[in-house]
């Protein structure tokens, strides 16, 4: 067995220490990549469910105020906008 010098060993672990650095170095850079999609997605998503929300709050007033003869038509955009609503905010626990 090969028994490396104090200076040796030393240099050795420096070495390879900063064959880490870089390696980490990578990956902060990977992590930050992979947050910055995850926000942009995350933010996509909710503005859609939003715009889904608002247009589901709209038919719900046009329901209100609909009167016998067109509730039922209105009813059915209700409807719609409702279940769209609940598709885009996902399963529900």
């Not at 028994?3 to 990956?27: N, P, V």
């Amino acid at each position: 067995m090969l028994t490396l010098t104090r200076g040796s060993y030393e240099a050795k672990a420096q070495s390879q220490f900063i064959a880490l650095q870089s390696q980490l170095s990578a990956l902060a850079t990977r992590a930050q990549e992979t947050v910055a999609t995850a926000r942009a997605e995350g933010e996509r998503v909710l503005l859609a469910a939003q715009s889904k929300h608002d247009e589901a709050l709209h038919r719900l007033e046009l329901l209100k105020l609909a009167g016998d003869e067109s509730w039922d038509a209105v009813k059915v955009t209700f409807e719609t906008a409702w279940s769209e609503l609940r598709h885009a905010l996902g399963p529900q626990r």
